[in-house]
């Protein structure tokens, strides 16, 4: 772990005071406060194997003790500033409270949570091949539109479930394609501009591009159709175990909040939220 990195952690680091018993041994003591034996070894605990093993070296040592002192020494400066009794501090405390509360109800509710195995990304893997072929040829359809106003009105449109042929035929300003839905055919790599290629040969099939500006305008492609080898899944299985974690990670997330909505009342005042946002977007002063 390079030495710049290892600083910025421990820097960051927080103390809990009063969790340490009366006995409890000092290790470093800067005015009216100290880390004791115990507070730190429940901060080192939480550092990563590849950290404590950097500990274990003279230099990692040495390193650890000067940034104690250091942390201390602005710890018992801020205090003698009074910062600690601002308005800002006591903001900024309520705010690492709600996030620490949120991620420990996070973590307690994970507990129960089925990891993917092996057999739950082969499961997958069969069932969409399609995904995961290496592609050596695309079909693509596109639509072709003036500028960002009406590239934005195309996918709010195909956010909201519409058909991307349809509007390529009602939008669509390249007269050639529009009548066909936008279909172009069939491209192999090297037959299309670098900037396209780049984009389109990384969708998976059915997946729709961000506009990519060529010859003046603005294009929005979609792939229909790819042609090319499947990848072996051994030499994706760790990924998409990872993958398919986060997705159902995400579900029960999507899930569970639905389920909060039912728990707990939300009530919100619309028009003072747009107000707010009208506010920070222009970079005027917000009002409180």
Same mark, same amino acid.
């Given at each position: ?104 109800? !996070?973590? $307690? /509710? @994970? #507990?129960?949570? +089925? ?11 069969? %069932?969409? =091949? ?109 990924? !998409?175990? $990872? /993958? @398919? #974690?986060?997705? +159902? ?11 909060? %909505?039912? =728990? ?25």
């Amino acid at each position: 772990m390079k030495i710049n990195t290892f600083f910025i952690f421990v820097f960051a680091l927080i103390l809990l005071s009063g969790c340490a018993k009366d006995r409890d041994e000092t290790i470093v003591k800067t005015g009216s406060s100290k880390i004791t034996k115990s507070q730190l070894i429940e901060e080192l605990q939480s550092l990563p194997p590849q950290t404590k093993i950097f500990l274990t070296s003279s230099e990692g040592s040495k390193r650890l003790k000067e940034e104690l002192i250091k942390r201390e020494l602005l710890y018992e400066e801020a205090k003698d500033k009074g910062l600690q009794k601002s308005k800002d501090f006591k903001r900024r405390v309520e705010e690492f409270k709600k996030i620490t509360l949120i991620n420990m109800l !996070l973590e $307690e /509710e @994970l #507990k129960s949570f +089925k990891p993917v195995t092996e057999k739950d990304a082969k499961d997958y893997y069969e %069932k969409h =091949k399609e995904e995961f072929i290496k592609p050596q040829e695309v079909r693509l359809s596109q639509i072709v539109v003036k500028n960002e106003e009406e590239a934005k009105k195309v996918y709010e449109r195909l956010n909201k479930g519409e058909d991307f042929a349809a509007l390529a035929k009602e939008l669509s300003r390249d007269e050639k394609t529009k009548a066909m839905g936008g279909d172009i055919g069939f491209f192999k790599k090297n037959q299309l501009n670098p900037q396209i290629q780049n984009v389109v040969f990384n969708l998976k099939k059915g997946q729709v591009s961000m506009p990519l500006t060529y010859k003046g305008e603005l294009y929005i492609f979609k792939v229909t159709d790819i042609k090319g080898t499947p990848t072996d899944f051994e030499s994706i299985k760790n990924q !998409l175990i $990872e /993958e @398919l #974690k986060i997705k +159902k990670q995400q579900e029960w997330f999507n899930s569970y909040i639905e389920e909060l %909505k039912r =728990k707990h009342k939300v009530e919100i005042n619309e028009k003072a939220l747009q107000e707010v946002i009208s506010q920070a977007t222009v970079g005027g002063k917000l009002n409180k």
